[in-house]
């Protein structure tokens, strides 16, 4: 989805106009970057938004096959809660195709 189908989705379900979908989205994601930057959660009913530690490792250029250092960071991450994830198992099992037995 990208952030234009994002906003006409917003407009749709909240009835807000796209300027003020685009600025409710905005704003959203400005305090969450803020937050965690700052080293704060964000914890919302589908999730919690948070930073966590990288630690130093080894990696290897897929051009050379040469290793790399890879350095250490501090990355975003969000964890889905308990309902979020089953929504989403949910949505992809409805869209699997059935398996068949075979016979025996």
């Given at each position: ?36 930057a700052?080293?704060?959660k964000?914890?919302?009913i ?5 930073s966590?530690k990288?630690?130093?490792r080894?990696?290897h ?19 889905a809660?308990?309902?979020f994830?089953?929504?989403?198992d ?5 869209q699997?195709p059935?398996?068949r037995?075979?016979?025996?």
């Open positions: 989805m990208t952030k234009e189908e994002f906003v006409r989705n917003m407009c749709e379900k909240c009835g807000l106009t796209q300027k003020d979908a685009n600025s409710v989205i905005k704003a959203f994601t400005e305090t969450v970057i803020s937050a965690v700052a080293g704060d964000v914890q919302l589908g999730g919690t938004f948070d966590r990288r630690s130093e080894t990696g250029n897929p051009a050379t096959g040469e290793e790399i250092k890879i350095p250490a960071a501090t990355v975003p991450a969000f964890k809660g308990k309902a994830k089953a929504m989403v949910a949505a992809h099992a409805a699997e059935k398996k037995r075979s016979k025996k």
